[in-house]
């Protein structure tokens, strides 16, 4: 079955710091994967999409990792700002649809 | 200023009533989604078009029916058949059939509330 899980559901982190949002899946075949921003009572922005032969791909403080062997991807957010509070959705895309995450919802606090 | 809109932002129904979400892009594409978003919950998809006339059943789409009579618009009616519609409703776009190498845009959404 296809399916796409992301951890932590949620995660509360102070301003300035670092994070790492992960994103397991098991779609197949595998196209590509997206990773987008939703802010609250906003539809989701795309951060990165990944291919299958990408491993690393930055978006300013935003930067993904994918590991195609074990299925695994990563978005990692530098010096986190008030502004990066939202949820982070990941998105596979298979040959003809689209497995999407619960997503994870960050807290950026002061 | 290309994009998507969506119409209303918010919108409150009584039970046993219809309401018809809008949808309208200006981006040229060929396919739109209707999605619903609940919270803790992934989107899932209602319905999509890949061209204008016809439109698929996405996983959900019992209690919902839709049109694609223009390709700039794709409006959305909740009927009364469906029993749980208070959600958050997406509606996005793609150049062609989302898949390899197609982003999806999305609208900024609206929430229908139930009475």
């Known amino acids: 079955k296809n399916q796409v899980e992301q951890s932590p559901q949620s995660l509360i982190i102070l301003e300035g710091k670092n994070c790492t949002l992960q994103?397991?899946?098991?779609?197949?075949?595998?196209?590509?994967l997206r990773w987008y921003k939703q802010d609250t009572g906003r539809g989701p922005v795309s951060l990165t999409i990944m291919t299958f032969s990408e491993n690393t791909k930055s978006n300013g403080r935003y930067t993904a990792t994918l590991d195609a062997d074990t299925k695994q991807s990563s978005l990692h957010i530098t010096a986190s700002q008030l502004s990066d509070s939202a949820s982070y959705i990941c998105?596979?895309?298979?040959?003809?649809?689209?497995?999407f995450g619960k997503g994870t919802t960050l807290s950026v606090s002061s | 200023d290309g994009g998507i809109t969506q119409s209303p932002k918010y919108l409150f129904r009584k039970e046993g009533q219809n309401v018809t979400l809008s949808c309208e892009q200006n981006l040229n594409h060929d396919a739109m989604y209707w999605y619903r978003q609940d919270p803790g919950q992934g989107l899932r998809l209602i319905y999509y078009s890949q061209i204008v006339n016809d439109f698929q059943k996405g996983d959900i789409a019992e209690g919902y029916s839709v049109s694609r009579e223009k390709k700039e618009s794709f409006p959305l009616t909740v009927t009364s058949a469906q029993k749980n519609p208070t959600a958050f409703y997406l509606c996005?776009?793609?150049?062609?059939?989302?898949?390899?190498?197609?982003?999806?845009?999305f609208g900024p959404g609206t929430r229908l509330t139930v009475l």
């Open positions: 994103c397991n899946y098991t779609v197949s075949p595998f196209s590509n």
């Open positions: 996005a776009s793609s150049t062609r059939l989302a898949g390899a190498d197609n982003e999806q845009f």
């Open positions: 998105v596979v895309s298979g040959t003809a649809a689209l497995i």
